[in-house]
Every structure is written in C-alpha cells, then in structure tokens.
C-alpha cells in the first residue's frame, strides 16, 4: 500500500488547515486510518483516527479541534483542523492499519505510513 499526505504549510494561530491522504494498493474501505504527528525533539503522537465503520477518536489535545474523515469513493481520508495553535506544529503523518477490519487503533496496530507533510503555525 502506498499513502500520500498533502496539503500542511505555514498558518497563523488560529487558522485552519485541511490534510488530505490517498491510499493506493489495496481495498480502502476496509482499513481504519489514522493521523500522527511529530514534533522536533519529540515522539510521534496519535492525533486522529477512523474506522473503517466511520467511528473516529481524537486525542485531548485536538478534540473539537480537528475532524477526521474519510471518502471512500476517492480513497482519502482527511484531516481538517481548525483554531491550530503552535504547538500543533509538526510533521504529520498519515497511516493505515495492517489489519481489515480492525478494531484495535494503536500505533502498532498501523502498519503502513506516508511520507509526512509538514504542518507549522505561527503565533
């Protein structure tokens, strides 16, 4: 499977941003997804995930913050993030776990990752 994350930049606190991942190389509807970031000097942290039923979860530190979502026509899944702060900055990275139908979310339930797209917010 290969993943390909898009669309971080550079925003101000308070702005918003949409990540976009797509999957290629085997059935999309089938895998949960799941948004991680890394920040410099840190470990990569879970932000986001989504089932392949459509149930998400969300870390504290982003809940009513960020929306995951995913369109499964396009096999993309999304992340939008709205009111970012500066300690969201980071890379984040897209991933997908190993497993159909899994209902197990850790990280090391997810197998497959994308390059990472950069996300920096300025206060």
């Known amino acids: 499977v290969q993943l390909q994350a898009s669309g971080g930049g550079l925003v101000q606190a308070g702005d918003s941003l949409r990540l976009s991942c797509v999957a290629s190389?085997?059935?999309?509807?089938?895998?949960?997804m799941g948004w991680f970031r890394q920040a410099p000097g840190k470990e990569r942290e879970f932000v986001a995930a989504?089932?392949?039923?459509?149930?998400?979860y969300y870390a504290d530190s982003v809940k009513g913050r960020f929306t995951i979502s995913r369109d499964n026509a396009k096999n993309t899944v999304y992340l939008q993030m709205n009111s970012l702060k500066p300690e969201d900055t980071a890379v984040y990275y897209c991933?997908?776990?190993?497993?159909?139908?899994?209902?197990?979310?850790?990280?090391?339930?997810?197998?497959?990752w994308g390059q990472g797209t950069q996300v920096t917010v300025s206060s």
């Open positions: 991933a997908q776990t190993t497993r159909e139908y899994s209902s197990s979310l850790a990280r090391d339930d997810f197998g497959s």
């Open positions: 190389g085997r059935t999309f509807s089938s895998y949960a």
């Open positions: 989504i089932t392949w039923s459509g149930a998400t």
